[in-house]
């Protein structure tokens, strides 16, 4: 890998690589440090990665920084299209503590921006799931067809829902139009805002990471915030500094944390079949 790595990155910056060592980065990619003589770069690279994989999460970055809301990576090179794929991003010194209710501000700052249409142009990925989507002017449509029904599908196909988890599951579906709104404000979210997809720089700024960008009801990535923690009180009192959480949220809660909870199914299997079903149950009884 390492000689892959220095053609790579001889070839993008001219420069030879002075330091490389593997560090965490997900379960998907490879990712690496690299150090040259006048630079410091994030390297992922995956050998059969799937189509579009990082070139998807580079539109991401570029849809979010250009809000100038918060901050992202800057992007020095992609590619997807040889047998090893890759994505060269500016190397963040991170620091383990700063400003959460900054963070939450600059959310909250991100999603004041809008779309007139909910949905994205065209396919992305949750994890290494392929996300199919539209644009739609309806965001309970988008929701039913594009998230939930997919997620569905894939675990029907992998043997994870069927039976009754499978039949209730297609009666929520049918009552997805009448449970969440139709017309919120189409946001601009991150779409995958877990604790692992942002960090504080070394100056104390909140950045964040791997997007899986998608224009929807902001309430739909706030109740991801609050599915596996990670976040804390600071975090939503400075998102509602900026933006206000509708009354709603706390009906629509559980059924947007539904679909992550059938993403992890799908990938990780049963050990979530239990709070899928929970909430299945909690809406259809």
Not at 59 to 86: A, F
Not at 152 to 173: D, P
Not at 200 to 223: I, N, Q, T
């Amino acid at each position: 890998m390492s000689d892959g790595l220095e053609k790579i990155i001889s070839g993008v910056t001219g420069e030879s690589i002075n330091q490389l060592k593997a560090v965490s980065g997900g379960d998907i990619n490879d990712s690496y440090y690299v150090q040259t003589m006048n630079q410091e770069y994030f390297v992922k690279v995956n050998k059969q990665g799937p189509e579009a994989f990082f070139n998807r999460e580079v539109e991401g970055l570029h849809k979010i920084n250009e809000t100038n809301t918060i901050n992202v990576p800057s992007v020095i090179d992609v590619n997807d299209h040889d047998d090893l794929s890759y994505l060269i991003l500016e190397w963040i010194d991170a620091q383990n503590h700063g400003d959460e209710r900054q963070l939450g501000e600059q959310i909250g700052q991100l999603h004041k921006q809008t779309h007139d249409y909910f949905g994205y142009p065209h396919f992305t990925y949750v994890g290494t799931l392929k996300q199919p989507n539209d644009l739609y002017e309806s965001w309970n449509k988008y929701y039913r067809d594009q998230r939930l029904l997919n997620q569905i599908q894939i675990g029907e196909s992998l043997g994870v829902i069927k039976g009754e988890r499978q039949r209730k599951a297609y009666q929520l579906l049918e009552r997805i139009e009448y449970l969440t709104p139709e017309k919120p404000d189409a946001s601009y979210l991150h779409g995958d805002l877990w604790s692992g997809n942002w960090m504080f720089s070394k100056d104390g700024d909140p950045y964040v990471l791997d997007p899986s960008f998608l224009f929807g009801d902001r309430h739909f990535e706030l109740a991801f915030t609050e599915l596996f923690g990670g976040f804390s009180n600071k975090f939503y009192e400075g998102y509602r500094s900026t933006n206000q959480i509708e009354p709603y949220y706390s009906d629509v809660k559980p059924l947007y944390q539904l679909f992550y909870l059938l993403v992890h199914l799908n990938i990780f299997g049963e050990m979530y079949g239990a709070s899928v079903d929970r909430i299945v149950n909690y809406y259809v009884g």
